[in-house]
T-cell receptor, first 114, second 114 residues
């Protein structure tokens, strides 16, 4: 299938902003998501953006979508140690057979240091 | 508020044994998805249900895997004759459907095949 690519690791200091980047290859993607996964846990939905939007802001989170370059980013303002986790970018596209099955990247491990 | 639940949370089995996992989606969610996540990877789509109908199975789902959603509510995923390569986290997600496709994940079942 199509590949969703993310950088594997990011380290920031507490209080700084974090920017996690993602590229996807399927221009027909309808929704693009960011999920957070803490060790041994399931995936927590953080935010999502429709493909016809350029930006979405939700409290400390800002999502930017560049559809031309198929580039998605997640900015976390005022990053806290509790934000340390793995962040997954995922795309979904409508398919009459597979509903809106998600295609995930490998995840970016965010480490926030005091 | 009951999110997606999965049972058991952990399962250790010997190679060759059969295992069954259960997923209870969010109430009234029509769509249910199973994913598999191996260490260091993002989740990969396995199969999808629209109500009780299983509409799509990925090529990852070998003949040893079977999934059901008999009444359009909870779902089971059975693995027969387990192999060491089946060791992974099995994640279930549900979405309301009908225009609301955001998927909410359960905590996962971690399977270890010895």
């Amino acid at each position: 299938g199509e590949d969703v690519e993310q950088s594997l690791f990011l380290s920031v200091r507490e209080g700084d902003s974090s920017v996690i980047n993602c590229t996807y290859t399927d221009s027909s993607s309808t929704y693009l998501y960011w999920y957070k996964q803490e060790p041994g846990a399931g995936l927590q939905l953080l935010t999502y953006i429709f493909s016809n939007m350029d930006m979405k802001q939700d409290q400390r989170l800002t999502v930017l979508l560049n559809k031309k370059d198929k580039h998605l980013s997640l900015r976390i303002a005022d990053t806290q140690t509790g934000d340390s986790a793995i962040y997954f970018c995922a795309e979904s596209r409508s398919n009459s057979n597979s509903g809106y099955a998600l295609n995930f990247g490998k995840g970016t491990s965010l480490l926030v240091t005091p | 508020d009951t999110g997606v639940s999965q049972d058991p949370r952990h399962k250790i089995t010997k190679r060759g044994q059969n295992v069954t996992f259960r997923c209870d989606p969010i109430s009234e969610h029509n769509r249910l998805y199973w994913y598999r996540q191996t260490l260091g990877q993002g989740p990969e789509f396995l199969t999808y249900f629209q109500n009780e109908a299983q509409l799509e199975k990925s090529r990852l789902l070998s003949d040893r895997f079977s999934a059901e959603r008999p009444k359009g509510s909870f779902s089971t995923l059975e693995i027969q004759r387990t192999e060491q390569g089946d060791s992974a986290m099995y994640l279930c997600a549900s979405s309301l459907g009908v225009g609301e496709e955001t998927q909410y994940f359960g905590p996962g079942t971690r399977l270890l095949v010895l």
